[in-house]
């Protein structure tokens, strides 16, 4: 991919609202049937009232970042969203040994399968731990037969922190190929969704993933942040609505 595809600048600290930022990281590559595919990255980071810093799908740690994010307030819990999203909390649990690395459905499985280190305390469940409820709503995103996504909602802010349930790439910063591959999988922008592949996993179960969908609607978010691609910082209700129009 060229450069363009980073939504730079990249390992900086970019406010979204009072108390949540997110941070664009660098280009990785996921593996795919046939070779791999590029991918952008962005982690979210929002400020508990106590202080404590919560951090969402943490990218590839940078010295500089972390200084900048020491700055804020120390770092208390470290969120894998789904199985896809793990990569770098081994890295960032030793830079901050007391934080608590929080472990998706099945990502454990998934991390020993790739041979990679993945050092979790403890497991997300269908209610926000006390140490964030008073800040951060929660739910598991069911209906898949691959793979569940924690979904959550700062609601000072009314912002919406997704990681692979919506892909939203713009065409402008993907070469020819990945251009191609993201039309194919429905991520285009600006008609980005959750990948095909992901879609059909969800065939002969999209009740269940309904009622998720009415109750993230139901939180009335204002924005939508996503781990790759264009964020919706505007118009969620509706950007929401046209995305999971799958689910009709």
């Not at 060229?2 to 108390?19: E, M, Q, R, S």
């Not at 770098?88 to 041979?115: D, F, T």
Request: glycine share 6%; with cysteine.
């Amino acid at each position: 991919m060229p450069p363009t595809g980073l939504y730079t600048p990249i390992n900086v600290l970019k406010p979204v609202a009072p108390d949540i930022w997110i941070v664009d990281g660098p280009i990785e590559c996921m593996a795919v049937p046939g070779g791999s595919m590029p991918f952008s990255t962005r982690m979210t980071l929002v400020r508990l009232p106590d202080g404590a810093l919560w951090c969402h799908s943490p990218i590839a740690p940078d010295a500089t970042l972390l200084a900048a994010i020491d700055a804020l307030g120390p770092v208390r819990h470290l969120v894998s969203p789904n199985l896809l999203h793990y990569a770098h909390i081994a890295a960032w649990k030793k830079h901050y040994p007391e934080a608590l690395a929080w472990a998706s459905p099945g990502v454990r499985k998934r991390a020993a399968s790739q041979h990679i280190e993945a050092p979790f305390d403890a497991d997300l469940g269908d209610d926000a731990p006390p140490a964030w409820a008073a800040a951060i709503d929660q739910l598991c995103f069911r209906g898949s037969r691959v793979m569940q996504e924690f979904v959550f909602l700062h609601r000072a802010s009314a912002t919406l922190i997704l990681a692979d349930l919506i892909e939203n790439f713009e065409a402008e910063k993907l070469s020819r190929t990945m251009r191609w591959m993201a039309r194919l999988g429905g991520v285009l922008h600006p008609d980005g969704k959750a990948p095909l592949d992901m879609r059909l996993t969800y065939v002969g179960r999209k009740r269940q993933a309904r009622a998720c969908l009415a109750r993230m609607l139901a939180w009335q978010p204002q924005r939508v942040i996503l781990a790759h691609g264009r964020c919706y910082l505007d118009d969620a209700q509706a950007e929401l609505a046209r995305a999971f129009r799958w689910l009709d």
